[in-house]
């Protein structure tokens, strides 16, 4: 089992930043990806950002949403338990629930309980 616990988020004004953390515990040595989603009421929940596990000196990978590409990043601690999602120039089509998400080498799926983030104009 693994467990997904996000924090960082908040009320932000437009073209302002936070950065968001996702802590994994449990079974982390089985934890492969890890990423970033969020969905919004009445909307399907978005990928924004993932990372590939990397080994053990290098980073892993990392891919984007289009809507994010430039303005947020996503980063892995060198023990790979834990992910960072440092988002600036925020506007307000951002505002959503923010998920995080890893997939363990035996192809399990763990979500968070997600954490907020609104962006006023």
């Known amino acids: 089992q693994v467990q997904l616990v996000e924090s960082g988020g908040g009320l932000v004004q437009a073209g302002g930043s936070l950065r968001l953390s996702c802590a994994a515990s449990?079974?982390?040595?089985?934890?492969?990806?890890m990423g970033w989603y969020r969905q919004v009421p009445g909307k399907q929940r978005e990928l924004v950002a993932t990372i590939t596990r990397g080994g053990l000196t290098r980073s892993g990978s990392t891919n984007y949403a289009d809507s994010v590409r430039g303005r947020f990043t996503i980063s892995r601690d060198a023990a790979k338990s834990t992910i960072y999602l440092q988002m600036n120039s925020l506007k307000p089509e951002d505002t959503a629930v923010y998920y995080c998400?890893?997939?363990?080498?035996?192809?399990?799926?763990?979500w968070g309980q997600g954490t907020q983030v609104t962006v006023s104009s």
């Open positions: 998400n890893t997939k363990t080498f035996g192809s399990a799926v763990y």
């Open positions: 449990g079974s982390i040595l089985t934890i492969s990806d």
